[in-house]
């Protein structure tokens, strides 16, 4: 089945800084990559997705990079905000469609 | 829309009991997942339905957990008996089809004493 590996566990950076969540999966076959944001107790909410067919996309402060050959996406947040703090999921949806999740970043950002 | 519906919030429970827990997905949405969640992991897929057809279950401790989706609605996950390692929280999500993106439900809390 399909393994998804992300880093760094914990992030850290100061309000304005850009923060970069790194994932890898190992199935070829998987096409849809999406993140999620989960704030303490609450459940995880859709903040951005890209599919195989689309190397880059962004929204607002939010991006995400997709490289097929390596087999890696990333998340970039530009201007952090105390806001952004949470817990972030990266996950990939391979050829059965079955969701994987990575094991998750915790972002903190320091005002 | 209304969202996904779980039920109940929380729950304390022994060692060596049975717990169900059940899922109201999206209205119209044909996937349907069960994740459990331990403190501070992601979400690990427990069962995938399509419909009412199972997608994946590889994850899903067979000998304990079952979990059904009759007339590929509503579904109850069910744990029988519980053991201390089961204490979880147990998310519900429905997609339109695989491959789309998921909405959670406010998960179940398990607390095994």
């Known amino acids: 089945g399909e393994n998804v590996e992300q880093h760094p566990s914990t992030l850290s950076v100061q309000e304005g800084d850009s923060a970069v969540i790194k994932c890898t999966y190992s199935d070829s076959a998987s096409n849809y990559f999406p993140w999620y944001k989960q704030e303490l107790g609450k459940r995880p909410q859709l903040i951005i997705d890209i599919r195989s067919n689309v190397g880059e996309k962004k929204d607002q402060r939010i991006a995400v990079t997709l490289n097929k050959t390596a087999k890696h996406f990333s998340l970039h947040i530009t201007e952090t905000q105390p806001e952004d703090s949470a817990v972030y999921f990266c996950?990939?949806?391979?050829?059965?469609?079955?969701?994987?999740f990575g094991k998750g970043t915790m972002l903190l950002v320091s005002p | 829309e209304a969202g996904v519906a779980q039920s109940p919030r929380y729950k304390i429970i022994e060692k060596r009991q049975s717990v169900a827990f059940w899922c109201n997905p999206i209205?119209?949405?044909?996937?349907l997942y069960w994740y459990q969640q331990i403190l501070g992991q992601g979400p690990k897929l427990l069962i995938q339905f399509q419909n009412n057809g199972v997608v994946d279950d590889s994850q899903l401790p067979k000998d304990r957990f079952s979990a059904e989706r009759l007339k590929g609605v509503d579904s109850t996950l069910k744990i029988q008996p519980a053991k201390l390692e089961d204490s979880a929280v147990y998310l519900c999500?429905?997609?339109?089809?695989?491959?789309?993106?998921?909405?959670f439900g406010q998960g179940t809390r398990l607390t095994v004493v």
């Open positions: 996950a990939a949806s391979g050829g059965y469609s079955t969701l994987t």
């Open positions: 209205s119209g949405h044909a996937t």
């Open positions: 999500a429905s997609s339109l089809t695989g491959n789309a993106e998921a909405f």
